[in-house]
């Protein structure tokens, strides 16, 4: 796969009660169907159907609770045409999610949570989303450790690196992988911010990059007030839809995929505007050499 000048959307369908955004709005199918039909009126080009939280501290579902929460969203939307993609570790709801219609699996631990997840990618026919990912969600910001030469730059690329070489061992070709630098994911505020200036280094891995930056907490303590509190959650969209805009005006160095947001009219517009200015960009570019 290629990445466009200018990024796809992937609208996020939680169908959770404890998501850190809208956990419980779309908590039973016929509200996440609903949902996902509205965020494809917006412009998204790809929905992202989960049933398990990974907000900080979050709990596990059991594999049932699972599979009952995605599986019949999956089904719904896939066939009402939509590009679907199940967030998801595990590899029976990654299989059933296929089955269902699911053209993507978006895995956020690059595949370390569940390894036969791998397998289930290999013989589907699916695109593979690898995120970074260091530990489960009630334990994960006890390994924000980034000391080595190179910092977390460095370090996120060695160890999508080490994720590719057991994708492709899996079986999945490149052209089915896609990498996530994995932002709030066992990282602190200053990490996030690192990766994003330095996309580059993680494109030279020759793989799209997928960015899930909306309504996360770095954002949240980057607005915080004269106390030191962080932005709530539901007032952080303006600063996510300036950094989808220079993400796709092309600020970290490098051309990303894809943006995984919430509301997908905004970020729509931000990549119009995106769109625009790399238009004009070419035109004066054009005329300059004529």
């Known amino acids: ?11 996020i369908v939680n169908v959770t009660p ?10 039973d199918a016929a509200r996440a169907i609903a949902h996902g039909r509205e965020l494809l009126a917006q412009g998204a080009d790809i929905l992202d159907v989960g049933g398990e939280s990974t907000r900080p501290g979050a709990t596990r579902p059991l594999l049932a609770e699972e599979l009952d929460r995605v599986v019949p969203v999956i089904e719904a939307l896939a066939a009402e045409g939509a590009t679907v993609s199940v967030d998801t570790m595990r590899a029976e709801v990654a299989d059933r999610a296929v089955a269902a219609g699911a053209r993507i ?6 595949g370390l949570a569940d390894p036969e ?17 260091r530990a489960h ?21 060695a160890e999508l690196a080490e994720r590719v070489d057991a994708i492709r061992a899996a079986g999945v070709p490149d052209d089915r992988i896609v990498l996530d630098p994995g932002l709030g994911f066992a990282k602190e505020a200053r990490h996030n911010w690192e990766l994003l200036r330095r996309l ?25 007030d004269a106390d030191g ?26 051309p990303v995929w894809c943006l995984r947001v ?8 931000a990549l119009a505007v995106a769109a625009e200015w790399g238009a004009d960009a070419d035109r004066a570019a054009t005329e300059e050499e004529e």
Do not use: C
């Open 1 to 11: 796969m290629t990445a466009p000048s200018i990024p796809l959307l992937m609208g």
């Open 18 to 27: 404890d998501s850190f955004s809208d956990g419980g709005r779309y908590a």
């Open 105 to 110: 699996v978006n895995d956020v631990s690059g």
């Open 117 to 133: 997840i791998l397998d289930v990618v290999a013989r589907s026919g699916a695109t593979y989303v690898a995120m970074h990912w």
């Open 137 to 157: 969600s009630d334990r994960m910001q006890q390994f924000t450790a980034y000391d080595d030469q190179g910092g977390v730059v460095a370090a996120v690329r």
């Open 200 to 224: 580059d280094v993680l494109a030279d891995l020759g793989f799209p990059l997928l960015v899930g930056a909306s309504r996360k907490t770095f954002l949240g303590r980057l607005l915080a």
């Open 229 to 254: 509190a962080p932005r709530p959650v539901g007032e952080r969209e303006a600063a996510g839809v300036a950094l989808s805009t220079l993400l796709a005006a092309g600020f970290g160095g490098t």
């Open 262 to 269: 919430h509301d997908v009219r905004a970020h729509r517009d």
